[in-house]
C-alpha cells in the first residue's frame, strides 16, 4: 500500500508531524474517507497548500480524510475477484485528468496482470474475507505495485465490456450450492 495517514477536525494542525512521522512526502493525495467517482480525490504539491486546504476544509466538515503518498503510475487497474479467483483485471487509462475513474473520462482496456501480483493480491482478499471483491492496482514505471483499495461490493458496469459478471456470480453460487460444503 501506499504511505498512508488519517487526518481529523482533531489532528489536522498538526499534519507536518503526522507526514513526518511515516516518511510521507509532497505530492500527496488527499481523499475521503468514504467516497468515489474521484470526488473529492486532489493532488497537493507543498505543505502551504495542504495547510490551506485543510484549514477551509475543517472550517465547514468534521469528517476524517485520508493524505497519501502520491504513485506516479503507470497503469491504474481493477482486478475483479471471484471466490479467490481472478476473473478479469481491466486498465483504466486517464483522459484529461490525473485520476483514472471511468466517470472522469478515463478509457478501458483489459489487462493481463503478472502472477506474482494476482498472488499478493489474493492474499488481501483472503484477509478480508469476502467472496465477490473488486481491488484496485496501481504499478508504477519500475512495476511495483500498490493496492490502494478492497471494495467489497465492487461496481461492473464497465468491466462489463470484457467479461459477463453476472454470469460469473451466478455461476459460482451454483457452484457453492452445489458442493457438499454449500455454506456461505
Ligand atoms: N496514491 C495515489 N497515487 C496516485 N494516484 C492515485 C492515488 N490515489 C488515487 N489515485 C488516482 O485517483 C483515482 C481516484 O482515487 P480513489 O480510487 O482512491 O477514489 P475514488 O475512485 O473516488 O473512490 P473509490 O475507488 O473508493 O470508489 C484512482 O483511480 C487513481 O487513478
Ligand atoms: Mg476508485
Same mark, same amino acid.
Given at each position: 500500500?501506499p504511505?498512508?495517514?488519517?487526518? &481529523?477536525?482533531? !489532528?489536522?494542525?498538526d499534519?507536518d *508531524?503526522?507526514m513526518?512521522?511515516?516518511g ?5 493525495v488527499?481523499?475521503?474517507?468514504y467516497g =468515489? *467517482?474521484?470526488? =473529492?480525490v486532489?493532488?497537493l504539491?507543498g505543505m #502551504?497548500?495542504?495547510?490551506g486546504?485543510?484549514n477551509?476544509y475543517?472550517e465547514r %466538515?468534521?469528517? !476524517? @480524510?485520508? @493524505?497519501?503518498e502520491?504513485?506516479?503510475y /503507470?497503469h491504474?487497474?481493477?482486478?475483479f475477484?471471484i471466490d479467490n /479467483?481472478v476473473v478479469?483485471?481491466?486498465e483504466?487509462?486517464?483522459? !484529461? ?5 471511468? &466517470?472522469? =473520462?478515463? #478509457?478501458?482496456?483489459?489487462?493481463s496482470?503478472? #502472477?506474482?501480483?494476482?498472488d @499478493?493480491?489474493?492474499?488481501g482478499?483472503k484477509?478480508v =474475507?469476502?467472496?465477490?471483491?473488486g481491488?484496485?492496482v496501481?504499478?508504477?514505471?519500475e512495476g511495483n ?5 478492497l %471494495? $467489497?461490493?465492487?461496481q461492473f458496469r !464497465?468491466?462489463?465490456r *470484457?467479461?459477463? $459478471?453476472?454470469?460469473?456470480?451466478v455461476?459460482? $453460487? #451454483?457452484?457453492?450450492? &452445489?458442493s %457438499?460444503?454449500?455454506r456461505f
Open positions: 500500500m504511505v498512508s495517514i488519517q487526518v &481529523s477536525p482533531d !489532528n489536522f494542525q499534519v *508531524y503526522l513526518e512521522e511515516v510521507l512526502k509532497f505530492p500527496v488527499v481523499k475521503p474517507v =468515489g *467517482y474521484g470526488d =473529492g486532489l493532488k504539491e #502551504e497548500d495542504l495547510k486546504f485543510l477551509r475543517y %466538515n468534521s469528517s !476524517n @480524510l485520508i @493524505l497519501q502520491y504513485i506516479p /503507470r491504474d487497474v481493477r482486478v475477484v /479467483r478479469c483485471a481491466m483504466r487509462i486517464p483522459k !484529461n485528468d490525473w485520476r483514472a475513474n471511468c &466517470s472522469l =473520462g478515463a #478509457e478501458t482496456r483489459r489487462f496482470i503478472g #502472477e506474482d501480483v494476482e @499478493l493480491l489474493l492474499k482478499v484477509k =474475507g469476502a467472496h465477490i471483491v481491488v484496485d496501481l504499478i508504477d514505471e505495485h500498490y493496492i490502494l483499495e %471494495n $467489497i461490493t465492487p !464497465n468491466i462489463m *470484457y467479461v459477463d $459478471i453476472p454470469l460469473e456470480i455461476k459460482y $453460487i #451454483e457452484e457453492r450450492l &452445489s %457438499n460444503n454449500h
